[in-house]
């Protein structure tokens, strides 16, 4: 059955018909009271961005959301996973340092911040779902264990998947790395030595070392290549590129698969929050934000 979608506009003529104040409203209007109860953990899945990224989700809109778990005598904590890629969130303790730096502590937001899969991503649960790419997936320990989920999600554009709304976040975002790596697995990159300036920009960035800079051009061995893009995002000529064919589509399938992993213990337990704004061509991934093509 599908799901009811409530909306509300950014357009605001006065305090009542604000967007914080709409954000509180749609929070009722849409049920989210329901899927908690008195003394739940509820895990506010989000992506705090990373570190350069100034276009990922305000945290005042996430506070509204916060204050709603806990009018509901909830107990709310934001979360997310640890990535694959090299960056400021790859571990705990960096991934909690630039959460802090984009604005988002108890401070401003009212609740701890609690990173899902541990230390070095390490903590998650094997969730055996069966499915076309997917037998089993790893899904990070502190979304698994939550007793009630909101995904509150940043729609942008994305260098694997065309877009990127709540399928991505949920997906992608809880997956422990392990997880993360299976479903990026088969997405190669390719390096036009055309445009290729031969910086080693996209050498640095590589988690799996897989790239070498030969003749002055960047080099990808696509037998050590784990399909994480990160090339693809840091490289300052657009030199690499991702072969668009059947991989692509498995990666998207994939992730829905995951998302499925996700709710399989959360059956009338979750709810999604999708901001339509700031709508970047990148990823809150990346660590820079050009000009939105929707405000």
């Known amino acids: 059955m599908r799901s009811k979608v409530y909306f509300a506009g950014a357009r605001a003529q006065s305090r009542q018909t604000s967007l914080l104040n709409e954000t509180g409203k749609l929070f009722k209007e849409a049920g989210f009271d329901k899927i908690m109860k008195e003394d739940d953990l509820v895990a506010i899945k ?18 509204q959301i916060v204050e709603q778990v806990k009018k509901m005598k909830a107990k709310p904590f934001l979360t997310d996973a640890n990535t694959l890629y090299r960056g400021k969130r790859k571990n705990a303790v960096d991934h909690l340092n630039t959460a802090i730096s984009n604005g988002f502590s108890y401070a401003t937001i009212g609740a701890p911040i609690i990173i899902a899969d541990g230390l070095k991503g390490k903590s998650f649960s094997e969730v055996r779902i069966d499915k076309k790419h997917i037998k089993s997936a790893k899904i990070s320990n502190e979304i698994y264990y939550a007793d009630a989920l909101i995904a509150v999600t940043h729609f942008k554009g994305h260098e694997g998947t065309g877009m990127a709304g709540s399928m991505k976040n949920l997906g992608m975002g809880a997956a422990s790395p392990a997880g993360k790596q299976v479903m990026h697995a088969g997405v190669l990159p390719s390096v036009n030595r055309n445009v290729c300036i031969g ?37 300052p000529t657009g030199a690499i590129s991702i072969m668009w064919n059947e991989s692509t589509r498995n990666l998207q399938e994939k992730m829905v698969e995951y998302v499925c992993a996700v709710l399989e213990n959360k059956q009338d337990k979750a709810g999604f929050f999708s901001f339509i704004m700031d709508v970047t061509p990148d990823c809150d991934c990346c660590s820079w934000s050009d000009v939105s093509i929707v405000p």
């Open 199 to 235: 910086c080693a920009r996209c050498k640095k960035w590589c988690p799996a070392e897989a790239i070498t800079i030969e003749n002055k051009k960047s080099f990808i061995h696509s037998e050590k290549c784990i399909g994480c893009m990160e090339c693809v995002t840091v490289c």
């Open 46 to 63: 989000l992506h705090f961005g990373e570190g350069g990224n100034t276009r990922f989700i305000r945290p005042i809109y996430v506070r």
